[in-house]
C-alpha cells in the first residue's frame, strides 16, 4: 500500500521524534484514534490542524539536528529554561509554535543560557 502524504509526515514525526500516536494527537489537540486514520489514508486533519502537524514535522527535523529521537521527546516534554520554564509541548498547543522554534534556533546558533 503506498503511503499518503500525512502518513509519511507522521513517519517523519515518529523516527526522528520518537513520537507516538498519542504523543502527536495530545500535540494537536485530538484523538489518537483520528491520528491512526489519517496515517491510514481514511481521513485527513482539517486544514488548521495540518498546518500545526507540518509545522510539528518541520520542528522535530530541526530538533533532530541536535539530538537522537529520545532525546528529542524528552526535550519536548521537559520545561525548557528559555521557554521560561514551560515545555515546547504546552506552546505548540497553544499555536506557539515559533516561539519553541526560535528557541532552537538559539541551539543551532550555540547560544545555550
Given amino acids: 500500500m503506498e503511503m499518503n502524504a500525512i502518513a509519511r509526515k507522521l513517519e517523519v514525526i515518529e523516527k526522528k521524534g520518537a513520537m507516538r500516536s498519542v504523543d502527536v494527537a495530545n500535540l494537536l489537540g485530538t484523538r489518537p484514534e483520528t491520528v491512526s486514520r489519517w496515517n491510514q489514508g481514511k481521513a485527513f486533519p482539517r486544514p488548521e490542524t495540518q498546518k500545526t502537524l507540518l509545522e510539528l514535522e ?37 499555536g506557539k509554535i515559533d516561539e519553541v522554534l526560535a528557541v532552537i534556533d538559539q541551539l543551532r546558533d550555540g547560544v545555550y543560557l
Avoid: C, M, N, S
Fill in 58 to 94: 518541520y520542528l522535530i527535523e530541526q530538533l533532530a539536528d541536535f539530538y537522537e529521537p529520545q532525546e528529542a521527546r524528552l526535550w519536548l516534554f521537559a520545561r525548557q529554561k528559555r521557554l521560561g520554564g514551560v515545555t515546547p509541548a504546552e506552546l505548540i498547543q497553544e
